[in-house]
């Protein structure tokens, strides 16, 4: 058994941790903590890294045990990265991507070191931060990509528009406007939440207004970018929401949107929103099913399957619609039913 204490006073005399602000922890086998930085853990006490640092399919699957029992477990990439230390006793390193219980992504540059105490195999784990780094590059990777597509899009219009009768694109071209002022609208809004300093306009509107934005919008732009065909579906009638209005439709955007990127040109996207007594429900339905991987890794930024640049869809959605919109955003995706995103928001009293 690791002497704890020891390593301990070790480490703690000789100062290795004064001014560093990494996350140490060492690990046996089973990936059970026996040291963390100033601190050692009591016999009944050991915990697994995702247990440590409050993941939320730690949390989820407490009763089960914690850390590793989640289905979602197996895509871990902070699990995989200290296992495979073991396996090959080798030191291994790479980023892990985690979503807190709290709901705010966790960015980690890890390093495991496979050591020996007492004739027994340990890991040395380091964790280090790169939340803000990555979160930083990756609205500017969207904020770039997405501004230089509609830009591309509304020149090559520009170019093809006969001078006899200019009038027939115009309803395009004010279409690819409106997406491209909602992109700069949708970056500032996110980068605003992610440094905490977002505003809430609160007022109170009917819930079917939502609706009719969406598809005001929609009939406007994305049929034009996607080729899909948009069905609503609403037994919305006089129901409030008190909140946000502007960021309510934003997390409906978003929603339809990551659904028509996710589908092919022909198929069909459905906007369904409806109501019990307490809240209302909206949620926007394809028929494209994610990898387990994509599932497990959904609301984290970056996590996408159309490339770089993308990835923030998602992981706007959960961010405005919990952190600031106090609602709830989740999803399901199965064959053969296909993806279906939720957001659930309280009625006004």
């Known amino acids: 058994m690791l002497d704890r204490i020891g390593v301990f006073n070790l480490i703690n005399n000789n100062h290795v941790f004064k001014g560093i602000r990494t996350c140490f922890f060492i690990v046996d086998p089973e990936l059970r903590i026996h040291y963390l930085n100033y601190d050692y853990l009591g016999e009944n006490n050991l915990q697994c890294p995702g247990d440590f640092l409050k993941c939320s399919n730690a949390v989820a699957s407490a009763k089960e045990g914690g850390c590793g029992c989640?289905?979602?477990c197996r895509n871990c990439n902070l699990r995989s990265l200290v296992e495979s230390c073991f396996e090959t006793n080798e030191r291994t390193s790479g980023k892990a991507s985690l979503m807190l219980a709290t709901g705010q992504e966790l960015d980690l540059l890890t390093t495991a070191t496979p050591i020996s105490i007492e004739g027994q195999p340990y890991a040395i784990v380091l964790i280090e931060d790169i939340t803000d780094q990555k979160q930083h590059l990756m609205l500017q990777r969207v904020f770039f990509h997405d501004l230089l597509n509609l830009s591309g899009t509304l020149n090559t219009i520009l170019d093809c528009i006969d001078t006899e009768r200019p009038e027939d694109s115009i309803d395009l071209i004010r279409g690819i406007s409106t997406e491209l002022m909602d992109e700069i609208y949708?970056?500032?809004?996110?980068?605003?939440?992610?440094?905490?300093i977002l505003k809430l306009e609160q007022s109170t509107f009917k819930a079917v207004e939502v609706i009719n934005f969406a598809k005001d919008y929609i009939s406007k732009v994305e049929k034009n970018l996607f080729g899909v065909n948009m069905v609503f579906n609403s037994s919305l009638a006089d129901e409030e929401i008190t909140s946000d209005k502007a960021l309510v439709n934003r997390v409906i955007l978003n929603m339809v949107k990551n659904a028509?990127?996710?589908s092919s040109a022909g198929q069909t996207v459905s906007v369904n929103a409806g109501s019990t007594e307490k809240s209302i429900i909206f949620s926007v339905h394809n028929p494209a099913v994610m990898s387990d991987e994509i599932k497990s890794k959904v609301f984290i930024s970056g996590n996408t399957t159309k490339g770089m640049g993308h990835g923030l869809g998602t992981?706007?959605?959960k961010l405005i619609g919990e952190s600031y919109l106090k609602g709830k955003v989740s999803f399901t995706s199965e064959e053969p039913d296909g993806t279906e995103f939720f957001f659930e928001i309280s009625r006004s009293k």
Do not use: F, L, P, V
């Open 70 to 72: 989640h289905k979602h």
């Open 186 to 196: 949708a970056q500032r809004d996110i980068i605003y939440a992610n440094n905490g």
């Open 260 to 262: 028509c990127e996710a």
């Open 315 to 317: 992981y706007s959605m």
